[in-house]
């Protein structure tokens, strides 16, 4: 079959058009004029880019004409006016009633009082016109700079522009969706503030602003990535904080050179003096009285935008080692709190270690029943205690792992059941031995007794680690392994602070603040270490510990001289009595 014949027979199967018919030319020659090709579709809400305003069109371009870029023309007799935003970014309601009305409706219709002087608008407007007299909204700038112009895009602004202005109208319009303030999660307190910081720039300074009602408080921003140009913003206090402090901290973040910043944990490993280090040498919280109380200490913080968590610097081991409660608190109970805060620390680190040693090498300094006891239990394990403190470390660190990223309604139960069933899966099987079990256990819980999450997770792991020295040689090893850490924690610095301070070196201005908290009436100066300016935190005056009953009684008040002349019946001929300090002139007599 001939390949005609097959089209024949698919062409009577399946009918499609009828191919374009052959025009034939004009019989005098003249050849016929090409078609015109079809206009290409609308790019976007306000028709084709060839509509546009140019620099609309221009701003739209280096936007990547995106979908969420939108475009909304308004004509005003023979002026055209245009604006652009980004969907999402903005509040509608916002650029209608604001911006819009007042554009079609003219002067007056803002609700703001007529300018008599400057005379009656009428289109064509100017830039200045509409800066100045019609758009109602707060935050206005005019601009000339098309990358300034695209950076206010970005932020959630609405750029108008006209054309026949040389410059555009800059108007703040941000209106997308937040989180509301709620209470921290990782820093809760039984008693004192309720409110945590939130992914809002804008709510976390206001949130300082609100405890901190003083001119000195200062805010400085600065944009950090190439691509994510993140809002870095910088608190300080001025005449309290370290200008050398304030000056290295504009520095380094002057320095960083990274693509995006989502976290402030993606700044802190650029912040910090010592990177190596496996101790953090800047504090972390989302609680606004915190970071207040650090600023009155002359300390530095740092907000960015998009996370709930401020960086403070510098900090010291004991001010991670602080908690917002300690200064709600009583001064007697936060002592004990404290102290036992630091107990908690030395346990994490210390006792799989010292098991290890114990059980090891110093089997005599253990009590001959309990050694007995612990023998009996470590008969069926079939490996040294160093590798069954290793196993027992890891599975506790899964068990924590495992409570952070599992749900929050079944996260805890999990871990809770979990832990209490492998454990005693593994004492019946023979896997670890009881006292190992308690020995485990008892780190992780004191681990949680650290204020500081970063912190608590170092030493966990620093635990870890001592288990080496422990097994190679005993109590000695733990020894020298503690005086290396020790020597570790004197060399660090953090933004020129000691990390040991005022414990190493001591300052003795500073004890009051340390384990032993002071009361306020007894706080009287800041950490000298870290405020060289306006030390005194408080008047030099002193708390009466006595109570002294008032020499004299006290006046009676108006009110109560008149309850008590209503009471008293009246005799004819005599006067009321006179109120204290009082002549009784004044009375009229009674009738």
Do not use: C
């Amino acid at each position: 079959m001939s390949w005609t014949a097959i089209r024949r027979r698919l062409q009577r199967w399946w009918p499609g058009p009828s191919p374009p018919q052959r025009k034939e030319l004009p019989s005098s020659g003249t050849p016929l004029r090409p078609r015109p090709a079809p206009a290409p579709p609308p790019s976007g809400p306000a028709g084709s880019d060839q509509q546009l305003l140019p620099l609309l069109k221009l701003l739209r371009e280096k936007l990547g004409n995106s979908e969420d870029v939108l475009t909304r023309e308004i004509r005003l007799g023979q002026q055209r006016l245009g604006l652009i935003f980004i969907d999402g970014l903005v509040d509608r309601d916002s650029i209608q009633n604001r911006i819009i009305q007042p554009l079609e409706r003219g002067p007056g219709s803002t609700g703001l009082p007529a300018n008599q002087e400057q005379g009656p608008l009428s289109p064509p407007f100017s830039a200045r016109q509409v800066y100045e007299r019609l758009i109602a909204i707060a935050d206005v700038r005019v601009s000339a700079d098309p990358a300034e112009m695209i950076q206010a895009i970005l932020e959630g602004a609405t750029v108008m522009a006209s054309d026949s202005w040389p410059e555009a109208v800059i108007a703040s319009t941000e209106g997308w969706e937040k989180r509301d303030i709620s209470e921290p999660d990782i820093e809760a307190v039984v008693r004192g503030p309720r409110e945590g910081f939130t992914e809002n720039l804008r709510t976390n300074t206001a949130l300082l602003r609100r405890r901190l009602r003083t001119p000195k408080l200062t805010f400085a921003r600065m944009r950090i990535g190439t691509v994510s140009n993140t809002n870095i913003t910088i608190a300080w206090i001025r005449g309290l904080v370290n200008v050398e402090v304030l000056k290295e901290v504009h520095q380094r973040l002057a320095r960083i050179e990274m693509e995006a910043v989502f976290e402030s944990g993606y700044l802190e490993e650029w912040l910090e003096d010592h990177p190596w280090s496996p101790f953090p040498q800047i504090l972390h919280t989302e609680r606004p009285d915190r970071v207040a109380g650090a600023l009155l200490e002359g300390h530095v913080a740092i907000l960015v935008d998009n996370t709930p968590m401020v960086l403070i610097v510098p900090a010291t081991i004991t001010v991670l080692l602080q908690s917002s409660a300690d200064y709600y608190d009583r001064s007697w109970i936060s002592v004990p709190v404290r102290a036992i805060r630091l107990l908690g620390l030395l346990v994490t680190l210390l006792v799989p270690a010292i098991y290890v040693a114990l059980t090891s090498f110093q089997v005599e300094l253990i009590p001959t029943p309990l050694m007995l006891s612990i023998a009996a239990q470590r008969e069926q394990v079939p490996y040294p205690a160093v590798i069954e403190a290793l196993i027992m470390g890891v599975v506790l660190q899964i068990l924590i792992e495992a409570g952070v990223r599992l749900p929050r309604p079944v996260g805890s139960a999990i871990t809770i059941v979990g832990a209490i069933a492998i454990g005693q899966a593994a004492v019946s099987a023979g896997l670890v031995s009881a006292a190992m079990v308690i020995a485990g256990s008892l780190t992780a819980l004191a681990s949680f007794a650290i204020p500081d999450y970063s912190l608590g997770a170092t030493v966990r792991w620093l635990a870890l680690a001592m288990l080496l020295p422990a097994a190679t040689l005993g109590i000695t090893g733990i020894l020298l392994a503690g005086i290396a850490l020790l020597i570790h924690l004197v060399s660090l610095r953090s933004f020129g602070v000691p990390y040991l301070a005022p414990t190493a070196p001591i300052y003795w201005g500073g004890q009051e603040d340390v384990i032993w908290r002071a009361p306020w009436w007894k706080h009287a100066k800041r950490p000298p270490y870290q405020v060289k300016q306006d030390v005194r935190r408080v008047g030099r005056g002193r708390r009466s510990s006595t109570w002294s009953p008032p020499q004299h009684p006290p006046a009676r008040s108006s009110l109560r001289l008149e309850l008590e002349q209503q009471r008293q019946p009246r005799q004819p001929g005599r006067q009321p009595p006179a109120e204290p300090g009082g002549s009784g002139e004044d009375h009229e007599p009674a009738r």
